[in-house]
Every structure is written in structure tokens, then in C-alpha cells.
């Protein structure tokens, strides 16, 4: 089992800042991905980020240039930088993690991103 823990979410104003991180803990194996996901008010959560831990990098198109997504594997944690933000990323963020074990995607709890206009 691995467990994730979200924390940084907030109010902001359109414009601003906020940082995301997310701690992993319990069976951490290599290779792995880490990354965000978001949901608003409907059934599908969409990409946000991703990172392997070689540190190869995904970005969804409408975070590109305005978002970034870092890892430290010692840790075994990984955050997102979200810069510009507008009120379309409001959202409830999640953190994923994968492996190559066949035991599917496990996610954090979710962390509210408001974005004021």
C-alpha cells in the first residue's frame, strides 16, 4: 500500500501563486510516476502533471509555461508550482502514484485550489 498526503491548497487571486505538495509513504518502488491530477463539479479528474522518477516531465496544455512540477525522490515526495493562476484552475488537486507492479494508481485525499477573480 502507499499513502499520500496533499497539503498547500488555498484561496488566491486570479494572478497569484500556490505551491502543492505531496508525500508518499509505505511501498515506494522505482520506477514510479508522480503527479497532479484535477477535478472540478463532474465525474472525470484530468491531468495536470506528471513526473517519472528519472525526472521526465508531462504537462497538460493549458497549465504549460505557468505550472511546474518537481519531485526528490529521498523524500519521495513531489509538488507543483503554480504560477498565473486563473480562476479555470479552480479545482480539488490530486496527487497520483504509480508503479509498474500491477497495483493500479493509488491518490491522496485532495486538496482545494480556489481561484478568485
Known amino acids: 500500500q502507499v499513502q499520500l498526503v496533499e497539503s498547500g491548497g488555498g484561496l488566491v487571486q486570479a494572478g497569484g501563486s500556490l505551491r502543492l505538495s505531496c508525500a508518499a509513504s509505505?511501498?515506494?518502488?522505482?520506477?514510479?510516476?508522480m503527479g497532479w491530477y484535477r477535478q472540478t463539479p463532474g465525474p472525470q479528474r484530468q491531468v495536470v502533471a506528471t513526473i517519472t522518477s528519472g525526472d521526465r516531465t508531462n504537462y497538460a496544455d493549458f497549465v504549460k509555461g505557468r505550472f511546474t512540477i518537481s519531485r526528490d525522490n529521498a523524500k519521495n515526495a513531489v509538488y507543483l508550482q503554480m504560477n498565473s493562476l486563473k480562476p479555470e484552475d479552480t479545482a480539488v488537486y490530486y496527487c497520483m502514484y504509480a508503479d509498474f507492479r500491477g497495483r493500479g494508481t493509488y491518490w491522496g485525499q485532495g486538496t482545494q485550489v480556489t481561484v478568485s477573480s
Open positions: 509505505g511501498s515506494i518502488f522505482s520506477p514510479n510516476t
